[in-house]
Every structure is written in structure tokens, then in C-alpha cells.
């Protein structure tokens, strides 16, 4: 079955750009949309936007100007950059396979998430 | 953004109660509605998606309502393993946003 795995550094500096990655296993990363969403401390889920693996992009506007997601088929990941990072993006951060069309858009099946901290 | 609205933010019950939880969008979002269960330090899991449709592997007791703005989530008789936090994600338009969740106690 497929399973997603996030990686990437769990302290990140004010200002500096965070990277994730999420690799897809048990599947191919091809014929699906993949999306990031991150949850605050003690907060709610907030979707950070999806990609395809034809190249489509679709970003939560508020964070339109800092992310950039891509994917490399070959290795079947894909990834996240958010740029000029502050306190507000200390969150666990998510990857999942979705919006699945046939399901109105649901997320079916997701990383178990990596904890991101801002600070210096 | 269409603003999602759970009630109540928390609930306390007992196992073999009936509980609903409530989901209201700021404005029609036909039936893109999604349900998902989260477990203390655990990822999000799907339950229902399209209002009402059971995901695979999810027991029968759990089920979903609802059309335009307001939707509901059911649970026929709580079981201890259904002691988590729900929240509901609206996929008709993005931003999709997520309401701000229900957690569910044992009273």
C-alpha cells in the first residue's frame, strides 16, 4: 500500500528558507495530485497548496509570494520550500496524497508529519 | 476563503453514546465536504468524504450529512477508540480550509 514519508531539518532559522520532502512508497507518485498542509501548535490544519505530477501548482494565495513545490518522478518524492520563514511557520507539517477528484477533492492517505520549529 | 465552523470546539461523552458535530461554511459548498479523525500525535485520517461517503475500512457507526452550508458528522455509539479530535475540510473552492476541530473526550 502506499505509504508518504516527510524529511527535512526540524529547527530552522528566522529568515531562512525551509525544505521538506516527502517520499511516496508503495506506488507511483505519477497520476495523482500531492498536497502539503501544516498544523500549528495546539491549532488547526491549514492547506498549503498541491502539485501534479504534470507540473500543475496550486498555492494558498497568503503564502503564494514564499512557497514553491516540485516533485522528481524519478525518486518519486516531491517537495516543499517555503522561504523567509518567521515564528508563525513553527507547525507540523503533513504531505499527502490528494485532492483525489473522484472523492471531492479528500486527502486519503498521509505522511505522519515532521515538526518544524522557527527560532534562532 | 470560505471559512469553516465546527461546534461544539469540544465534547464530552461516554462509549455507546450518539454524538453529532456540526460544520458550518460561510457560503454553499455543495456536497465537498470531508471528514477526518486525528489522534494525539498522529497524521489525520479520512472517514468521510463527499458529505456522506464512507472511506474504506471505516466503521459503519460513523456518518455524514448534509448539503449546502451546514453538515454534520455522527458517531451512533461511541467506542474508545473513537476519542479524538474531528475536524471537517471544505475541497469545493481553493484555499481549502479545514474547520478548527471538535475534540472528543471520555466524560
Known amino acids: 500500500q502506499v505509504q508518504l514519508q516527510e524529511s527535512g531539518p526540524g529547527l530552522v532559522k528566522p529568515s531562512e528558507t525551509l525544505s521538506l520532502t516527502c517520499s511516496v512508497s508503495?506506488?507511483?507518485?505519477?497520476?495523482?495530485?500531492w498536497s502539503w498542509i501544516r498544523q500549528p501548535p495546539g491549532k488547526g490544519l491549514e492547506w498549503l497548496g498541491y502539485?501534479?505530477?504534470?507540473?500543475?501548482?496550486n498555492y494558498r494565495p497568503s503564502l503564494k509570494s514564499r512557497v514553491t513545490m516540485s516533485l522528481d518522478t524519478s525518486n518519486n518524492q516531491f517537495f516543499l520550500r517555503l522561504s523567509s520563514v518567521t515564528a508563525a511557520d513553527t507547525a507540523v507539517y503533513y504531505c499527502?496524497?490528494?485532492?483525489?477528484?473522484?472523492?471531492?477533492?479528500?486527502?486519503?492517505?498521509w505522511g505522519q508529519g515532521t515538526a518544524v520549529t522557527v527560532s534562532s | 476563503d470560505i471559512q469553516m465552523t465546527q461546534s461544539p470546539s469540544s465534547l464530552s461523552a461516554s462509549v455507546g453514546d450518539r454524538v453529532t458535530i456540526t460544520c458550518r461554511a460561510s457560503?454553499?459548498?455543495?456536497?465537498?465536504l470531508i471528514w477526518y479523525q486525528q489522534k494525539p500525535g498522529k497524521a489525520p485520517k479520512l472517514l468521510i468524504y463527499a458529505t456522506s461517503s464512507l472511506q474504506s475500512g471505516v466503521p459503519s457507526r460513523f456518518s455524514g450529512s448534509g448539503s449546502g452550508t451546514d453538515f454534520t458528522l455522527t458517531i451512533s455509539s461511541l467506542q474508545p477508540e473513537d476519542f479524538a479530535t474531528y475536524s471537517c475540510?471544505?475541497?469545493?473552492?481553493?484555499?481549502?480550509?479545514f474547520g478548527q476541530g471538535t475534540k472528543l473526550e471520555i466524560k
Open positions: 457560503q454553499s459548498i455543495s456536497n465537498y
Open positions: 475540510q471544505q475541497t469545493y473552492s481553493t484555499p481549502y480550509t
Open positions: 502539485l501534479h505530477y504534470s507540473g500543475t501548482t
Open positions: 508503495g506506488g507511483s507518485i505519477s497520476s495523482y495530485y
Open positions: 499527502a496524497r490528494g485532492p483525489i477528484t473522484n472523492w471531492r477533492g479528500a486527502f486519503d492517505i
